[in-house]
């Protein structure tokens, strides 16, 4: 399968401070990814890293296409959509203007709205709160907000951190295997940060470990699954 997005020798700045240091990985094209790390090892600097939120150093290509250095916005419209940790939704708009906001450059009404009904296949709980603001959803319905907003991009690529973060176990599992329907229906690649790495694991087909802004580990998922470092210090047994 061929490589959407390659990402070779990247290093990453908070001002003096270096954070990444020569990480490298793929992204198969309608695939899924996942980097697996503790909490300061680069996972969330890297998705930013990718979106040029950062200083970087280093080769990010997309589709073929060198976009280091390339401003955040023309990087989203190259259709690379990123779900914050923390959700990001627009707490005072309702749903229905959040969903909008994604599409606010297209002039193609019609379209926008076959749009909507698409990804109110997904998350048909957001159709029944349209017009509800944001702010006053459970955290489950902020994050389906938040990736259903991406969706509204027609995304080739969503790198998403910590989906999972605060959210009750079922609500989890829900969002997940939506996730799954969202890559197999629509063939976006995925690139998952997530500290639950078991779920990680279940979802990606591959899976990249950091240490300290390093990779230290990768390969298939259920390689990495089986490894019994990662056993000790992500699955707990």
């Given at each position: 399968?061929?490589?959407?997005?390659?990402?070779?020798?990247?290093?990453?700045?908070?001002?003096?401070?270096?954070?990444?240091?020569?990480?490298?990985?793929?992204?198969?094209?309608?695939?899924?990814?996942?980097?697996?790390?503790?909490?300061?090892?680069?996972?969330?600097?890297?998705?930013?890293?990718?979106?040029?939120?950062?200083?970087?150093?280093?080769?990010?290509?997309?589709?073929?296409?060198?976009?280091?250095?390339?401003?955040?916005?023309?990087?989203?419209?190259?259709?690379?959509?990123?779900?914050?940790?923390?959700?990001?939704?627009?707490?005072?708009?309702?749903?229905?203007?959040?969903?909008?906001?994604?599409?606010?450059?297209?002039?193609d009404k019609a379209?926008?709205?076959?749009?909507?009904?698409?990804?109110?296949g997904y998350f048909?709980?957001?159709?029944?709160?349209?017009?509800?603001?944001?702010?006053?959803?459970?955290?489950?319905?902020?994050?389906?907000?938040?990736?259903?907003?991406?969706?509204?991009?027609?995304?080739?690529?969503?790198?998403?951190?910590?989906?999972?973060?605060?959210?009750?176990?079922?609500?989890?599992?829900?969002?997940?295997?939506?996730?799954?329907?969202?890559?197999?229906?629509?063939?976006?690649?995925?690139?998952?940060?997530?500290?639950?790495?078991?779920?990680?694991?279940?979802?990606?087909?591959?899976?990249?470990?950091?240490?300290?802004?390093?990779?230290?580990?990768?390969?298939?998922?259920?390689?990495?699954?089986?490894d019994e470092n990662?056993?000790?210090?992500?699955?707990?047994?």
């Open positions: 399968m061929a490589a959407l997005l390659e990402v070779k020798g990247l290093k990453a700045f908070y001002g003096q401070t270096q954070s990444l240091y020569d990480v490298g990985f793929d992204i198969p094209n309608g695939g899924i990814t996942t980097l697996l790390g503790a909490n300061g090892a680069g996972k969330t600097t890297t998705l930013r890293a990718i979106c040029n939120m950062v200083r970087t150093e280093g080769a990010i290509r997309f589709d073929g296409k060198d976009i280091a250095g390339r401003a955040t916005e023309e990087i989203v419209r190259l259709r690379v959509a990123h779900v914050p940790e923390g959700r990001g939704t627009f707490t005072t708009l309702t749903v229905d203007e959040n969903l909008r906001v994604a599409a606010y450059t297209r002039r379209a926008v709205q076959a749009d909507l009904e698409r990804v109110f048909p709980r957001l159709k029944e709160r349209l017009q509800q603001q944001a702010g006053t959803l459970s955290g489950g319905e902020q994050q389906m907000l938040a990736i259903a907003r991406a969706l509204m991009l027609k995304p080739r690529l969503m790198l998403l951190d910590e989906p999972s973060f605060g959210l009750a176990p079922l609500i989890v599992v829900e969002i997940f295997r939506i996730l799954r329907r969202i890559n197999e229906d629509e063939k976006v690649s995925i690139l998952l940060v997530e500290q639950n790495a078991a779920l990680a694991l279940d979802l990606a087909t591959h899976a990249y470990v950091l240490e300290t802004g390093r990779v230290v580990m990768s390969g298939p998922s259920a390689v990495i699954k089986d990662v056993r000790k210090s992500y699955l707990g047994y």
